[in-house]
């Protein structure tokens, strides 16, 4: 009941729930303490709200956004606490104090400060969004940005400004209790006060030399920036805050590039989740201001989704384009018809080669390229299971879809089906569940047959712990634990320290060239923390992942089999040579499910019953049964590329291939520019 109630009020936890509760049953409570009149009722209820609506604010409710829409906004709320305590002094016969005059005119006075605050806070803001946003870009040698507004003045401004009110709210109402009026003098004094220093505190940020340069200034520095720098290949995203994935992926390939690579975003909240990079990034949000950077250095531009913000960059003739998309799979994103306006579509292996010439949408065969998967290179050869220990099974199923086709996802109809045989499975297996990130977010069934599988997990998880039959090592699980502490403690230093929190975007702009020693350390210590995570619980312990550590190619590389749908996870499991199952969601049979998605072809094909799952655990308790193990190798190539040479090295060839191309053409254009302005003079 608890969890539907969750799930209707869109909050994310039980606490959220209660939180939510007692903020708007806390009203109706202040207004009768008020009508009574209680005092000690008043404090209490009032207290109340002031905690709960604090709560909320801080856990980014979906329920306080919700409240701003029906004009219950937070400014509103205050007043009518304000309100409700006016009323309880007149309802006190104290109408004629002077603690009721001085009640009134201090909210009044509050409120007029909130007009000076608001616009300050937003002259600031608009003064310090600067038309670009940057890291690893060295822009404080050639232009100054100064401080941001320190003490968190704009952080949360609203919300601290309105808070001040809670002095005069306290004084009044032991003012009103004691029945003398200095208390709430006090009380007003200090709201007053303390909101007249919020006002002053900010003005200095108005003016002088802490505003940030104009517009243009920056943009010409940017320019001049890349003139010098002089990127040669481009990575360009745009896409929203869940699909930050899609660019993530792609970091570490960009990093391994022989040419200068740059990165270039075009949603402030992708570069706020961006991971960690050594490559230049600059977030332009502003069509107009793309168009006219001076790119012209970049000689292959790729795109890792199809979005209509791409037309910004594809308009540029002197570089060349490609889509490198974000995953390569048997769905049909993986053939878009968009894909035909780019200069080249690079994809994994022949299978991609193969896909786009049945789907016949326009994309010819000489314009596309075979080159692997760099970011598979972390996914390690299967070696068999270590004897001793008991074989681990990954379910990763993807998410519901946009469209809430059934055979999206196995998670609805065979989700259950397929952990409870797993969790029965004799000779034992362990099982490892790790959902899509999106799972949930378009269907509700998709969510609650995630809460089911996650609680099976949980509850077998609590009873094999509890098996006398099963003994962990509880030295090396402490030991392990302790490592982790230590290695987590070091990485919240290092990113806490410098590792881009800083006091808005504008100065993370100016400091944001990333410091190579503590990028190094870092992704060394995720390696180490990655290795401590595994070792800190028993090897037979049943768990559900969720977030983003460990890594899906983590969880492959502890795993022995995997159970998922289609998807560029199937894709990416083949890598490692390990027994796989896919489930038939859709119920096409296994001769058409196979035809339709050739991932599959080397997969144990389970129905939504998961009847078959028999098949994929025989083969991972012996390897040398295993009958779909040759068609495996075969699919992997025909997949992923040859293992020779290097995904990296195929991907850096194809680079340097079409610079070629779009420096030929670049020559070739200038050639009939110069012999055409040689004729008009002659």
Sequence with gaps: MISTAIRVARVGSAAELAAAVLMLAGFPAIMVAALIPSVPAFAAATAVTYLADHYLHRQGSYLINRLSKVRAGLSIRFLIRQLLLILLLARLDLSN??????????????????????????????????????????????????????????????????????????GILVAA???????????????????????????????????????????????????????????????????????????????????????????????????????????????VHL????????????????????????????????????GDSDKLASVNPFSKAYDEVWVAGRAGRDRYAIADVGVRDEDIVEVGRPQLAPIQDWQGVPDGRMPTVLYAPTWEGWDGDPGNTSLMLAGENIVKKLLKADPPVRVLYKPHPFTGTVLAKAGAAHEKVTALIEKAAAERAADPRLQADAAAVAAAKAELARIEARLTALVGNGGGEKGDEAEATRDGVVDVARYEEIARLRGEWNDAYWRSFPVWEH???????????????????????????????????????????????????????????????????????????????????????????????????????????????AVANLAIKAEARNVGQESRAAASAAETVV
């Design 97 to 170: 104090n002077l603690i009721f005059y001085g009640a009134t005119a201090c909210f009044i006075a509050f409120y007029g400060l909130q007009a000076p605050h608001g616009a300050l806070v937003t002259l600031i803001r608009n003064r310090r969004r600067l038309p670009v946003a940057t890291r690893n870009v060295d822009l404080a040698s050639r232009i100054r940005i100064p401080d941001a507004p320190r003490f968190g003045l704009l952080n949360r401004s609203a919300e601290k400004m309105l808070h001040l009110d809670l002095a005069a709210v306290v």
């Design 177 to 287: 209790q004691l029945d003398t009026a200095t208390p709430g003098f006090i009380g007003i004094g200090v709201t007053i006060g303390l909101g007249s220093l919020y006002v002053v505190a900010l003005m200095p940020y108005v003016r002088g030399k802490k505003v940030p340069p104009n517009a243009d200034k920056v943009l010409a520095k940017v320019d001049e920036w890349l003139r010098d720098y002089k990127p040669e290949t481009v990575l360009y995203f745009s896409g929203s805050k869940d699909s930050t994935y899609q660019v993530n992926m792609w970091l570490e390939t960009m990093e391994q590039l022989d040419s200068r690579p740059l990165i270039i975003l075009r949603e402030r909240v992708i570069l706020q989740n961006l991971a960690p990079t050594t490559v230049p990034v600059i977030c332009v949000p502003g069509g």
């Design 291 to 326: 168009m006219n950077m001076d790119l012209s250095s970049v000689r292959v531009a790729l795109y890792a989704a199809n979005v209509g913000k791409n037309i910004h960059l594809l308009r540029v003739p002197t570089m060349k384009h490609v889509f490198i998309g974000h």
């Design 543 to 653: 768990r559900v992942i969720t977030g983003s550590e460990p890594r899906l190619y983590d969880c492959f590389n502890v795993s022995d089999a995997m159970v998922s749908d289609i998807s560029s996870v199937v894709s990416d499991f083949i890598a490692s040579g390990k027994p796989y199952a896919v489930t038939d969601s859709a119920g096409l049979g296994v001769e058409e499910f196979k035809r339709q998605n050739t991932a599959v072809r080397a997969a144990t094909i389970l129905s939504n019953k998961a009847s078959e799952l028999g098949g994929l655990l025989d083969a991972v308790r012996d390897p040398a049964g295993d009958p779909l193990a040759e068609d495996r190798v075969e699919l992997r190539q025909y997949l992923l590329g040859p293992d020779e040479p290097t995904s990296i090295e195929q991907f850096n060839t």
